[in-house]
């Protein structure tokens, strides 16, 4: 529970803009990732031995994983573009790149499983991959109170 109060303080503190009327997604990454550092560093509490291993891939992760996160944010933009004027061909070519975007985070996340594993107890990996997730969905989900549903063109 404690955990779940510092991620809400994340988003809600460092991203006072995701609350306004109209969603915005200037980040400031570097808080954000200096934030998120910090509570998974509190949350894993890893030994010395275990943070050497741990934390070169944990960057090397991260770096992976903003690629995917940029993308993320520039398909949520174009949802904020088309909102009231959605086309099937425009719709069809967003789903495509959401699915990619999932496909893409699997694959990641299944290979930084594998890296992680080979050093650390998988109770270590799945605490990690567990918080990253519940990072992910508070993140998302603080933007998508806020995003106006698509409309249908009318016809």
């Known amino acids: 529970m404690k955990t779940l109060v510092k991620m ?18 200037d980040i400031d ?8 550092k910090a509570l998974v560093k509190e949350t894993l509490q ?6 050497t291993v741990f934390w070169p891939l944990y960057e090397e992760y991260q770096e992976a994983k903003l690629i995917i996160f940029n993308r993320h944010v520039a398909l949520i933009r174009e949802h904020m573009q088309v909102r ?8 069809e070519a967003m789903i495509n790149e959401y699915l990619r975007l999932q496909a893409d985070d699997l694959k990641l996340k299944q290979a930084h499983v594998k890296k992680f ?8 990996v799945y605490r ?9 969905i508070g993140f998302f989900a603080a933007i998508a109170e806020e995003l106006p549903i698509v409309e249908e063109i009318s016809k």
């Open 8 to 25: 809400l303080a994340i988003f809600f503190f460092l991203f006072p803009p995701l609350l306004q009327a109209q969603v915005s997604l």
């Open 117 to 124: 594993s080979k050093n650390l107890p998988y109770r270590r």
């Open 84 to 91: 009231g004027n959605l086309s099937d061909k425009k719709a």
């Open 46 to 51: 890893l030994t010395e031995k275990e943070s």
């Open 29 to 36: 990454m570097n808080k954000f990732s200096t934030a998120k």
């Open 128 to 136: 990690f991959f567990d918080l990253e997730d519940r990072i992910e």
